[in-house]
């Protein structure tokens, strides 16, 4: 990589870990897409709890990774919401970053594919000029004037 890649490279990062440590604070917790399709049907109070009603939010499982470290958008641990939100969003960035990093390194290790080689060796390459001048004039010129 160039030096001159350098600092774009930098500067993107900084700008991911910018938005993911503070701005993903900042993001609406009212659900969206999804989220408000499936709870059609049903009423809902202010902590966003099902209240009554039928809706196929009703019948929702928690996730595998409920009980990861990083569940929830946030760390487990740590009882500032804040902090532990833009702690996991610069923990996920890293972690994607570092993830793309070791793809291209061992993209780039592996370098071009080398063409197959042959048992028997290459023809040599034409020469356009003879020894005998006569041939010269007899041989049609295929070349620019």
């Known amino acids: ?11 993107g990062l900084l700008v991911a870990l910018l938005l993911a ?3 993903s604070n900042y993001a609406s917790s009212h659900p969206d897409g999804l989220d408000s ?8 109070n202010a902590d966003d709890e099902i209240t009554g009603g039928s809706c196929p939010a009703q019948e929702a499982k928690d996730h ?5 470290p990083l569940a929830d958008y946030g760390v487990r641990g740590i009882g500032n919401d804040f902090v532990s939100t833009g ?4 923990l996920g ?3 994607t970053f570092a ?22 060796p290459a023809p040599p390459a ?11 004039a007899a041989t049609p010129s295929t070349g620019s004037r």
Not at 126 to 136: G, L
Request: hydrophobic share 45%.
């Open 1 to 11: 990589m160039s030096k001159r890649q350098w600092p774009f490279l930098l500067g």
């Open 21 to 23: 440590g503070v701005v």
């Open 37 to 44: 399709s499936l709870l059609k049907g049903c009423t809902v």
């Open 64 to 68: 595998e990774l409920a009980d990861s």
């Open 87 to 90: 702690l996991s969003g610069v």
């Open 93 to 95: 960035v890293l972690l």
């Open 99 to 120: 993830f793309g990093a070791g793809l291209f390194w061992l993209a780039r290790r592996r370098g071009p594919a080398t063409p197959a080689t042959s048992a028997a």
């Open 126 to 136: 034409p020469t356009t000029a003879s020894a005998d001048p006569a041939d010269d």
